[in-house]
């Protein structure tokens, strides 16, 4: 056992470090260190090593170009993500949902019911949460779930380097949820899919947004052992 902790403790440290960043410091990171967490997140592994992810990543004037214009066009357009939203929510997960959002919710003061300001807080999602810099994520089409799934790995990967690097990351399906625009707007290609999101940068971390922790799972709930 001495062995395995050891060779696990700095992956545990950098999964109990990760979390999802809701404010940011108002400074840009530096595009060497953008550039770093980028060669990490390329030794994702993929299905027949296609590596089918894309990504287009704004800085500086560039996202706040960005942040105006998508504000705009969610207020004004319905949703049409290239994948399905989940269509619903329901008991375990349901419960876990419901949790996560309190929390969130109780870190800045909203009030069960208030549904005005937790419409505000989920066009946040829209605003980047503040942060300098976002990243979205694409697929190829024909490559299918698989190419989606393999962009999950990337973004975990992604999420992971950039902890080590003391950056703050959030990632956000919401984005994904206004993907013809996205594409219009970085001039991407119609045969690519818009996965997700992830908004980042330097956290703020005496924001109360960014002090509450989501909880997981028992390993012995989710897992089933066939020994025979």
């Known amino acids: 056992m001495d062995e395995i902790s050891g060779t696990s403790a700095n992956l545990e440290s950098l999964l109990d470090g990760r979390t999802s960043c809701r404010a940011y ?30 990504v287009s990543i704004t800085e500086g004037e560039g996202t706040e170009r960005f942040r105006a214009a998508l504000g705009e066009y969610v ?10 939203f989940p269509r619903a929510y329901e008991g375990e997960y349901k419960a876990r949902r419901f949790e996560c959002a309190m929390a969130l919710y109780d870190s800045v003061g909203i009030e069960r019911g208030d549904r005005a300001a937790s419409a505000a807080q989920t066009m946040k999602n829209f605003q980047l949460f503040g942060a300098p810099h976002v990243a979205i994520v694409t697929t190829e089409e024909a490559l299918g779930t698989y190419g989606a799934v393999d962009c999950g790995l990337y973004v975990d990967t992604f999420l992971l380097a950039a902890t080590s690097l003391g ?4 990632p956000q399906a919401a984005l994904a949820g206004s993907s013809t625009f996205i594409r219009r707007y970085f001039g991407i290609d119609d045969t690519r899919k818009v996965v997700c999101a992830i908004s980042f940068g330097y956290p703020d971390t005496e924001h109360p947004v960014n002090k509450f922790r989501t909880t997981r799972e028992d390993v012995g709930n989710v897992v089933q052992w066939m020994t025979g």
């Open 167 to 170: 950056v703050g990351t959030i």
């Open 75 to 84: 207020i004004a357009n319905p949703q049409e993500p290239d994948f399905e």
């Open 25 to 54: 410091q108002d400074r840009q990171v530096p595009r060497a260190v953008i550039e770093e967490i980028l060669r990490l997140a390329q030794k994702t592994p993929s299905w027949c090593n296609t590596q089918p992810w894309q």
